[in-house]
């Protein structure tokens, strides 16, 4: 099938209040092209020099996730370029993010990075700091907190991924709880192709695919 119909299968298949993130690492601004023309309202980059591409040529027909990890020499491109940044793991980029969107005069929904898994080779604060996190910027003026992003494995037993899920579900359930001023827990943003339905069952809003949409990447 091609990527029309994967979109089409994939939307027909998520659950009402769920939004597709069509994860577009490595892909031709023609690519993610077709991914919106076929209804994906939502698309996810890794990298700002990609997504730089991919929005000339598409523009504001779609919203522009930043899902890959974000350096601070990046942040002012990426302000100007994603409508939500869901990578935010330390307070200094938050701060970056925070400084370059008032020079920008407007305000950056984020999302917390949570390293559920514990993994030493991926981004992510640890789920018993992401609280003290949350609470310390979400006092900046111009990003707005609006809940918490994982990842599971990528490989594998999609199964692998379940406590990866329940770990950081509860977690985003006690801060919503927590009621902090200026904070909206509203996207939980978990699971991949390999993972994305167990990420389903386990409360996620929000799921990334890529390769279930596109195909394999060679």
Request: with cysteine.
């Amino acid at each position: 099938m091609g990527i029309k119909e994967n979109i089409l299968k994939l939307l027909d298949e998520l659950p009402p209040g769920v939004e597709l993130v069509a994860a577009a690492k490595k892909r031709t601004p023609d690519e993610v092209l077709q991914a919106v023309e076929a209804g994906a309202r939502v698309i996810g980059e890794n990298y700002v020099q990609e997504a730089e591409k991919a929005c000339a040529a598409i523009g504001n027909k779609a919203v522009w996730h930043m899902i890959g990890r974000l350096q601070k020499n990046k942040v002012k491109k990426a302000v100007a370029l994603f409508d939500m940044i869901e990578t935010v793991d330390s307070v200094d980029l938050a701060r970056e993010i925070d400084k370059r969107c008032a020079e920008a005069g407007r305000v950056m929904p984020v999302l917390v990075e949570v390293n559920s898994g514990r993994e030493e080779q991926k981004a992510g604060v640890l789920p018993e700091n992401a609280e003290a996190l949350i609470r310390e910027i979400s006092h900046l003026p111009n990003i707005q907190v609006m809940g918490l992003m994982t990842m599971g494995p990528r490989f594998g037993d999609p199964e692998d991924s379940r406590p990866y899920f329940v770990i950081t579900r509860r977690l985003f359930d006690r801060i919503k709880a927590l009621k902090f001023p200026d904070v909206e827990m509203k996207y939980l943003s978990m699971g991949m192709t390999n993972s994305y339905r167990i990420a389903l069952e386990e409360g996620a809003t929000l799921v990334r695919v890529g390769t279930k949409i596109f195909g394999g990447r060679g």
